[in-house]
């Protein structure tokens, strides 16, 4: 049993910033979902409740429901967080209901934030499967009107994961979730190497919390390959404390970086190219990091890299046309309409260089990432994803535009001959 009272994690910090934690309790225990209503009580939750599930989690055996007044079971066909999914259950909701509860994985919980943002009530999260970091979070990831973005949402006021149910969702789900965790790795790196080069804002204890979340994953999922209970425990917890952590910062930054634009490029499935996979977010990402890891490694070995560099020419719209196509590029260029690159300078790369290979040299390799995942059974190739390996190239070079965040993999546009 693990809980974090997360109300503590609130408030000034050293870092000089007021982070604002909205969940105030999580509860990782075998069994939790049986006290339900002792925890609402607890947490002073009353009135009308709704609970969410999709029609397989609604059925799954082992699931203790929750007591709630209206229950809204959505069809799983196609079903992903966007605007279809989140009509669907406004549409539904009852006008008194006071309280959304989301029983499910990372779609569900996606849609009902927004949903709950939207009637302006709060949500209990109710995970049941160990697939995502994204429970704890303030934003909902969603596709909206085809493009990944993030939406407002709100952040659960409690989270209460029973591991025996998460324990007995099917075991790819988890290895997708080790995958999301395993990305930190490169997201972490992303965020040191972009308060380097641009003093961007980054806050200690909030990196730490991630760095414990990788750690504990880490060491334990070998073990959630053998679905051993207490690995589940340990993976159940780094994907809440992740969430936990980009809830304080109030944005993705902590756990999301390089790996995560190519996980959501192949999702957007631009025009130009053949990307098509029926892959989980965790593990595209998982991929996306062991990837990410190869290129940083490699650009690590350039001890002197200013001969390499040139100043970084903005991507124009005609650009983006030709690489996403006419229907994402109106959003992609607005994205990127103050590019996070501007006035980073090839000198100010020269000077932080020494430092950045520095940081990359305590990466795992990608040989080691993607041993680590063949170990577990998890996905750790573009072509176990079932992509065309030729289109690295073009993953690499494009996946940075979907968020306008700066990365390493961005700042390959000043290096060599990219652009
Ligand atoms: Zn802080
Ligand atoms: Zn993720």
Same mark, same amino acid.
């Given at each position: ?257 390089? !790996? ?90 020269? !000077? ?68």
């Amino acid at each position: 049993m693990i809980s974090i009272d997360s109300k503590k994690l609130s408030g000034p910090c050293r870092c000089g910033h007021n982070h604002k934690m909205f969940t105030r309790l999580v509860r990782i225990e075998s069994g939790c979902l049986q006290r339900f209503d002792e925890w609402m009580n607890q947490a002073g939750l009353t009135g009308k409740r709704a609970a969410v599930y999709d029609e397989n989690t609604y059925a799954a055996k082992g699931l203790r429901r929750p007591a709630a007044q209206q229950e809204i079971v959505l069809p799983p066909k196609n079903l992903h967080a966007n605007e279809r999914a989140t009509g669907m259950v406004l549409a539904q909701l009852e006008e008194d209901v006071k309280v959304l509860i989301a029983v499910g994985s990372g779609t569900i919980h996606d849609t009902i934030r927004y949903c709950a943002k939207e009637r302006g009530i709060p949500f209990i999260s109710c995970p049941t499967a160990a697939s995502v970091d994204g429970f704890c979070s303030t934003v909902s990831a969603m596709t909206w009107e085809g493009f990944k973005k993030t939406m407002p949402g709100v952040a659960p006021v409690m989270v209460l994961a029973d591991t025996e149910v998460i324990r007995q969702a099917p075991l790819h789900l988890a290895l997708s979730g080790v995958g999301d965790i395993l990305g930190k790795y490169t997201a972490l790196l992303d965020w040191n190497i972009a308060h380097l080069l641009t003093d961007e804002f980054i806050c200690p204890v909030i990196e730490d919390m991630t760095r414990q979340a990788v750690v504990a994953v880490h060491d334990s999922c070998h073990q959630v390959a053998k679905h051993d209970p207490e690995a589940f425990e340990r993976l159940t917890y780094g994907l809440l404390l992740s969430g936990l952590a980009m809830q304080m910062m109030g944005n993705s930054r902590p756990a999301s970086g390089a !790996e995560h634009h190519i996980s959501h490029f192949i999702e957007m499935e631009p025009e130009s190219l053949p990307l098509h996979t029926m892959a989980l977010h965790g593990e595209k990402v998982g991929v996306g990091t062991a990837i990410a890891a190869g290129v940083y490694h490699k650009l690590a070995e350039a001890e002197d890299i200013r001969p390499l560099l040139h100043a970084c020419v903005p991507a124009s719209d005609a650009f983006f046309s030709q690489i996403f196509g006419v229907r994402l590029q109106p959003s992609v260029s607005k994205e990127n309409q103050d590019d996070c690159m501007t006035g980073l300078s090839p000198e100010k790369v020269t !000077e932080c260089w020494p430092a950045i290979r520095k940081l990359i040299q305590e990466l795992p390799t990608q040989e080691e990432l993607e041993k680590l995942f063949r170990e577990i059974g998890a996905k750790s190739t573009l072509e176990e994803l079932n992509l065309d390996p030729s289109v690295l190239p073009q993953l690499l070079d494009y996946s940075p535009f979907v968020r306008n965040r700066l990365t390493l993999m961005r700042v390959r546009r000043m290096i060599g001959s990219m652009r």
